[in-house]
């Protein structure tokens, strides 16, 4: 039976392509794996993966009895129903350890860096595998996913480094505008629900016993949303009543480089612990905040602890 390769829920671009490089190079290693997903793949992942001729892996959430590798997380929140009940291998990740535990020893490949995209591309000059063209298409698309096209503080010379290698490899001349094309995929929110878009890149987290829920929408222009922030609003407002404390929702404008976070909070207090600006309503302006991972939840965590 083949080994799972999972990433986290709510799949995102470099969750879909590290599973699926994750599972080619597992695999040219001499143990067969198959990259799956915890739920549909997002518009932006859909169209990296059909520019590079791939289709959407299997969706699979149970790990019961499966043998797992974990790539881009290490939350149990974040991570397949049952894994306990699974045997966890390895991971493979680039965030702040979560709370995944395994009775045996494991791989672990856990790296500061941008975009678990930027791990794998070391991982298979670690082994001597090349990496195929199109699996190198598809890393590239998720570091500058992952990255903002560098722009986030999350971004790494070695980040700079596997795309400028990857692009190569993978045969893009032109990286800026293939990531300008992915993000005006990405910012497409008309004709989806307020649910679907509180949802397209979201996640929650235990911070001191309290369920706090953090979702991120990219867009190139954040007027694009003007037209939605009411029914985003209302919708965080719904998901937080489902027995979260506080459900906070990133706009993140990736040119003026900065995001409208929109606020539902049984302690609204919490938003001016965490970065030290009153909230006007329900909203606040963060300048120069863009990653969820390095400059809100790291925030939150610190305010939920004092
Ligand atoms: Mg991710
Ligand atoms: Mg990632
Ligand atoms: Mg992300």
């Known amino acids: ?30 143990m067969e794996a198959k990259p799956v997903t915890q ?8 169209f ?51 709370d995944v535990t395994t009775p045996n020893p494991l791989e672990m490949w856990v790296w500061p860096v ?12 670690f082994y001597g595998i090349e990496i195929p063209s199109n699996i190198a298409g598809i890393l590239l698309c998720a570091i500058l996913s992952d990255t903002v096209m560098f722009k986030s503080v999350t971004c790494t010379d070695q980040d700079k480094k596997a795309v400028e290698d990857l692009a190569k490899i993978a045969g893009v001349d032109d ?19 307020a649910n679907e878009l509180v949802f397209r890149d979201y996640k929650d987290f235990d911070m001191s016993g309290n369920k706090v829920g953090i979702g991120q929408l990219e867009v190139v222009d954040l007027s694009m949303l003007d037209a939605h922030k009411e029914g985003l609003q209302a919708e965080i407002e719904k998901v937080k009543a489902d027995g979260r404390h506080s459900v906070f929702l990133l706009l993140t404008d990736i040119m003026k480089e900065g995001s409208e976070m929109l606020i539902a909070s049984e ?12 909230p006007e309503g329900s909203s606040v302006w963060l300048e120069g905040v863009m990653s969820r991972k390095k400059q809100v939840a790291p925030n939150f965590i610190k305010a939920f602890e004092g």
Request: glycine residues 8%.
């Open 1 to 30: 039976m083949a080994i799972l390769v999972c990433g986290h829920k709510n799949p995102d671009t470099d969750t879909v392509a590290s599973a699926i490089a994750a599972a080619d190079l597992y695999s040219k290693r001499g």
């Open 39 to 46: 739920g549909e793949i997002a518009p932006e992942s859909a």
């Open 48 to 98: 990296v993966l059909e520019r590079f001729g791939f289709s959407a892996p299997e969706i699979v959430s149970d790990a019961t009895d499966q043998k797992v590798i974990l790539v881009d997380h290490t939350d149990i929140s974040q991570t397949m129903d049952n894994l306990s009940k699974g045997e966890l291998l390895a991971v493979v990740d680039h965030h702040k350890l979560g």
């Open 175 to 193: 990286v800026q505008a293939l990531g300008m094309e992915m993000f005006k995929v990405k910012s497409a929110v008309d004709g989806a629900s």
């Open 114 to 125: 941008g975009c678990t995209g930027t791990v794998l591309k070391s991982m298979y000059e």
């Open 267 to 278: 302690d609204p207090s919490v938003v001016e612990k965490a970065f030290g600006i009153k």
